[in-house]
């Protein structure tokens, strides 16, 4: 399990978060919500050990991690997928993949995962010896999504992944996004489109300007008036 106990962080001088407390239980898909500047990407960040906090504790299956490197964390079973995708774009879509198993020497799993993934992903599959950056954008979030598998995670830190893509890959990737959390994938969601987040998660946190100022299940944060009144239009 994930948690975050009473976490602040800051860049420099300037405090992001303040006291922020979440869990994320095996297997379990909880979504992060919150408007630009809302420190939605510096909780995962944090997370990741990409910044440090300078309060409070990261915990995963109750051990600190909030001080160690992100390739600890990914080696802990924590992987991220990353805004705006962050694809090599000179880098074939294989060896794209490959690089998300960057912390394993087991070849033969490798190349099990990797089949998981063509499977999963058969666009990929098709497209496997093209350069990433070739890709179109919803096709380079699943090649960010299928990198950080090669990981073989138990906890998936996803950062907007509906950001930039069509209605029509945004609902394909939340297909996808679902089913690997039925596979047992635990996931955290942090995302703007607080109706596509609620419509999959268990349940939810929002934050504003680094505070976590609601938590609940998906869908009481779907009936509660601040949450219909600014974020789901409703």
């Given at each position: 399990?994930l948690?975050l106990?009473a976490?602040?962080t ?8 303040w ?9 379990e898909l909880?979504c992060l919500?919150g408007?630009?500047?809302s420190g ?7 997370i990741?050990?990409?910044v440090?906090p300078?309060?409070g504790?990261?915990l995963?299956?109750g051990?600190p991690?909030?001080?160690?490197t992100?390739?600890e964390?990914v ?5 991220p997928?990353?805004e705006?995708?962050?694809i090599f ?7 794209n993949l490959?690089?998300g198993?960057y912390t ?9 995962d990797l089949?998981?993934?063509w ?5 990929l599959?098709?497209r496997?010896?093209q350069?990433g950056?070739s890709?179109s ?13 090669l990981?073989r995670?138990r906890?998936?830190v996803?950062?907007e ?6 209605p029509l ?6 297909e ?9 994938i ?6 703007q489109?607080?109706n ?8 939810g946190?929002v ?8 938590a ?5 944060l779907v ?10 239009e409703?």
């Amino acid at each position: 399990m994930l948690e975050l106990r009473a976490v602040s962080t800051r860049y420099g001088q300037v405090q992001v978060l303040w006291d922020v407390s979440l869990t994320v239980g095996d297997g379990e898909l909880v979504c992060l919500l919150g408007g630009n500047a809302s420190g939605k990407s510096t909780t995962m960040k944090t997370i990741l050990g990409l910044v440090h906090p300078f309060a409070g504790e990261v915990l995963w299956d109750g051990r600190p991690i909030h001080r160690e490197t992100p390739a600890e964390v990914v080696r802990a079973g924590i992987a991220p997928v990353l805004e705006n995708r962050r694809i090599f774009a000179d880098l074939t879509v294989h060896e794209n993949l490959l690089m998300g198993a960057y912390t394993r020497s087991d070849a033969a799993g490798i190349r099990q995962d990797l089949e998981r993934v063509w499977t999963l992903f058969p666009v990929l599959a098709e497209r496997r010896g093209q350069p990433g950056g070739s890709l179109s954008g919803g096709e380079q979030q699943m090649l960010a999504m299928g990198r950080a598998l090669l990981a073989r995670p138990r906890l998936l830190v996803m950062d907007e992944p509906s950001m930039g893509l069509s209605p029509l890959y945004v609902d394909r990737i939340f297909e996808i996004i679902q089913g690997l959390n039925r596979d047992g994938i635990g996931i955290l969601l942090v995302e703007q489109n607080a109706n596509m987040a609620l419509s999959v998660a268990d349940r939810g946190y929002v934050l504003q300007t680094g505070r976590v100022v609601l938590a609940d299940t998906a869908p009481n944060l779907v009936n509660h008036p601040m949450m219909r009144k600014a974020y789901l239009e409703l």
